[in-house]
């Protein structure tokens, strides 16, 4: 009897540990992968080159909002600095503007110019796969023996999310991995105005982000709307509506959802769940009451833009540590952040924008000792993500830095506000304004939140691109006039669901099943 | 033909051959070279191998343009639309470059220049052009027509039953400065004896026009249409995708094979099945440039095009 109750104690452990391994645990005791050797050979690589004198130069590109930027030559040249003393290579930065980037990455990754790393945001990590621009990180070993800096940031899991058929072709990024649903940002003037007091809801006061209900917003937005009838109670950027408000989880794209994403790996469509309905009828019912702009339809300006021009009183944001700070700048004036769902981490939390290696680069391994150093090297960090100190950046006394003596965000030469794309933004030193424990927060708002079963997961939908394709029209058409509640949902729900089936939404949803069902049974998750 | 006249006619054609040689080289490169990319079409692209490495797809493709009922929606669309066009701006474009060439020079000029200004507007800005027009919240229709009428506004871009003219009218106004200067420089090219034998004969001008002027336009109004039979099955992308500001509501009546092709692969970014969609097109001009141009030479054999 006793060695029977011992083997359930012992088979009981164990299935709570490939529970807690399938991504629902915290940090320190998560797998990490295993390292080639005890780093001789990354040093030996690197003294080889700096012993023979020449020194490869790697290109790094990324996106940014204002094209190439003025300083950029010169922080290469301070990166270079440190990156030639440890491992004999020169770096270059190649910074292109948002509107342009993914045209340019596509042009250069498919003509054969020299680009050696890149950030795959705006291209897309699955396009890129597809079109084979990709270099297999562990191929040779290259990141166990060269990256083993990035084998100690990351756990398998979350490199895991960069893995394609088990091939890994990415390294995620440090960021906010987890995000609140539906968080509601409103400037603080007009709740003033309106005799809200948002003050006194915060649960700790040192808290940044109101937890409430729909009555509270909805009672709120009713006197917003009758105070100010002139100006737009709400609007939500459609091209994220869907992502940030519902806690579902959808592996690359919409069409074949995880409803149930903590505790299960069964795809649903998503256009047929009650938790859609509920977004469309309850968007449908603030339209009906006047409080989303009869234009919202053809709206192309950004949300912040916006309440900065003074036209709209409150909108949709997902949430994370940082975002009253976030929105307060990008509005112009302080808001107050509400929030009605939940937090949580879906399965492409790792892959919407890794770093990745050209498949054509000329020197993989030293490409891939850069990138390992821009992972782990504090001072190289903080040079791509602020600059240079002096120039653009100055200690500010109490541990945080600020601009630099007469420059400031508009004639700044190297102020991107695109640390978010920067392999490791956590090591780099902190802005005048954000608290100094800010990434600690983040690392732990990352690990508490709820995760998707299927984290890490990526589906691969070349095989059905002709579905895809189809079913992508069709939501377009749905979108706006659903998700801005312009159409009934009774009505127009349906219609757009009876469509979806046609253009094959079954078969995709089938396909998307079976590779999650191989790649569950491959990782090893229930 | 003596071989002496034939030199003669080569060298006197050399300093044309020259004028010609920059568009020439210029078609050449931008035309011609890209040709071997419709290859494209049929592979399964991969960086690694490059274009010619990567392997065949067969017709995968072309798949996704016919599989769905949107490839009868998308297809209708496009054709009737440019039906309309061609026949509209026809009309329109002949009848102001009739009365243009009856305008005298000074005031000519500033007409011809105002109405070609539209023509180079980008789409983008035309769209909001369109839009100031058709807002549904400070529109100068739902205002300052609507209103003082006592009339419910419209929600322009929700209602689909509108857009086929406003995308009609819209074209027209776009197009009308650029598509009358080709008739308007030959109008001008006629003879005016022609003209003043007529008006000595007591010939009205309406009679000039309709015995003297469209005839001899007939050649000219021959070819550009065939030109344009010929891009029957592309559409003019900004007009179809900004001028409605991209509105779903609107897809049925405004998705065209073009739009419908950028909406499903701006996410995909596949360039193959991109190729395919150009290939398809291309190939369905050709054969009706082709049968269009038997057509003429049936009815008019001195008109063809070759």
Not at chain 1, 207 to 224: G, P, Q, R, S, V
């Amino acid at each position: 009897m006793k060695r029977f109750l011992s083997m359930l104690l012992v088979t009981v452990l164990a299935v709570t540990m490939i529970f807690s391994v399938s991504g629902l645990a915290v940090a320190e005791d998560l797998p990490r992968l295993e390292k080639a050797d005890d780093g001789s050979a990354a040093a030996k690589a690197a003294q080889d080159r700096i012993d023979s004198g020449k020194y490869p130069t790697v290109v790094i590109a990324f996106m940014t909002w204002a094209g190439r930027l003025q300083g950029t030559d010169r922080v290469a040249e301070k990166m270079s600095e440190i990156t030639r003393e440890k491992i004999g290579v020169n770096v270059e930065l190649l910074p292109m503007d948002s509107a342009s980037y993914a045209q340019n990455m596509n042009l250069m990754l498919a003509s054969g110019e020299q680009v050696d790393l890149f950030n795959a945001v705006s291209v897309g990590f699955m396009p890129c796969y597809n079109k084979g621009y990709l270099y297999d990180l562990e191929e040779d070993d290259l990141l166990a023996t060269y990256g083993q800096g990035i084998i100690d940031t990351f756990t398998s899991i979350e490199l895991g999310g960069c893995r394609v058929g088990g091939t890994l072709y990415g390294i995620p990024v440090k960021k906010d991995d987890a995000s609140g649903k539906f968080g509601i940002s409103i400037p603080t003037k007009y709740l003033d105005e309106i005799g809200v007091d948002y003050a006194s809801m915060y649960a700790n006061p040192d808290d940044e982000i109101i937890y409430t209900d729909f009555d509270f917003i909805e009672d709120t937005f009713a006197k917003l709307h009758a105070q100010y009838p002139e100006k737009t109670v709400f609007y939500t950027d459609p091209g994220s509506t869907v992502s940030q408000i519902l806690a579902m989880d959808y592996p690359s794209d919409m069409f074949g959802v995880l409803l149930d994403p903590v505790n299960s790996l069964e795809l649903s469509d998503l256009f047929s769940s009650d938790m859609y309905y509920e977004l469309c009828e309850r968007f449908y019912r603030w339209n009906q009451n006047g409080w989303i702009s009869p234009d919202a339809i053809t709206e192309t300006n950004a949300t912040t833009t916006q309440v900065k021009a003074g036209s709209l009183c409150a909108y949709k944001t997902a949430t994370k540590p940082g975002i009253r700070q976030q929105e307060s700048n990008l509005c112009g004036t302080p808001v107050a952040i509400f929030q009605l769902g939940p937090d949580f981490k879906g399965s492409s939390a790792y892959n919407t924008m890794p770093w990745a290696m050209n498949q054509n680069t000329d020197d993989p391994v030293a490409a891939m000792q850069v990138l390992n150093l821009l992972y782990t090297d504090p001072e190289l960090s903080t040079l791509i993500c602020w600059g240079e100190e002096g120039k653009e950046w100055q200690e500010s006394g109490d541990g945080h830095i600020k601009f630099a003596d007469g420059v400031d965000a508009q004639n700044s030469e190297f102020y991107n506000n695109v640390n978010w794309q920067m392999p490791n933004q956590f090591i780099a030193r902190i802005w005048e304004g954000d608290s100094l424990d800010l990434w600690t927060r983040m690392q732990n708002w990352n690990d508490n939140a709820l995760t998707s079963k299927a984290m890490g997961f990526v589906f691969d939908n070349s095989d059905v691109s002709a579905e895809y394709t189809a079913l992508t029209n069709v939501y377009n058409e749905y979108q706006r006039q659903l998700e801005l509640g312009f159409l009934n949902p009774d009505e127009g729900l349906p219609k757009m669901v009876e469509r979806l089936k046609s253009a094959g939404l079954d078969d995709y949803i089938a396909e998307k099943q079976a590779q999650l069902n191989a790649w569950a049974e491959a990782n090893g998750i229930q | 033909m003596s071989k002496a006249w034939r030199q003669a006619t080569l060298k006197r054609s050399i300093p044309i051959y020259l004028m010609a040689l920059p568009g020439l080289i210029y078609l050449f490169i931008n035309n011609y070279m890209p040709m071997p990319g419709i290859i494209l079409a049929f592979k399964n692209y991969k960086a690694k191998f490059g274009i010619y490495g990567s392997p065949w797809a067969g017709l995968k493709n072309f798949q996704y343009l016919f599989s769905t009922q949107d490839a009868f929606i998308i297809t209708r669309n496009t054709i009737l639309y440019n039906v309309v066009f061609i026949i509209v701006n026809l009309i329109f474009a002949v009848g102001v470059a009739i009365i243009l060439s009856e305008l005298t020079s000074k005031v000519k000029k500033v007409y011809q220049s105002v109405i070609l200004l539209p023509y180079l507007l980008s789409a983008v800005i035309v769209s909001y052009l369109v839009y100031a027009f058709l807002s549904s919240e400070n529109g100068f229709f739902n205002n300052s027509i609507l209103k003082p009428l006592g009339k419910a506004p419209i929600a322009w871009y929700q209602e689909q039953k509108y857009w086929p003219f406003i995308l009609v009218f819209v074209n027209l106004w776009k197009g009308i400065g650029y598509n009358c200067i080709i008739y308007l420089s030959t109008i001008i090219g006629f003879d005016r004896s022609l003209y003043e034998a007529a008006s000595i004969d007591g010939a009205t001008k309406w009679q000039q026009i309709t015995k003297i002027t469209l005839p001899l336009l007939r050649p000219t109004i021959i070819m550009l249409t065939l030109m344009a039979v010929g891009r029957i099955f592309y559409s003019d992308f900004g007009l179809f995708y900004q001028v409605p500001q991209n509105s779903g509501a609107l897809y049925p009546v405004t998705n065209t094979i073009d739009t419908y092709v950028y909406r499903g692969l701006l996410q995909l970014g596949d360039i193959t099945m991109s190729a395919a969609a150009g290939v398809y097109q291309s190939l369905v001009g050709f054969v009706l440039v082709l049968s269009a141009n038997l057509l003429v030479r049936k009815l008019d054999p001195e008109n063809a095009l070759f």
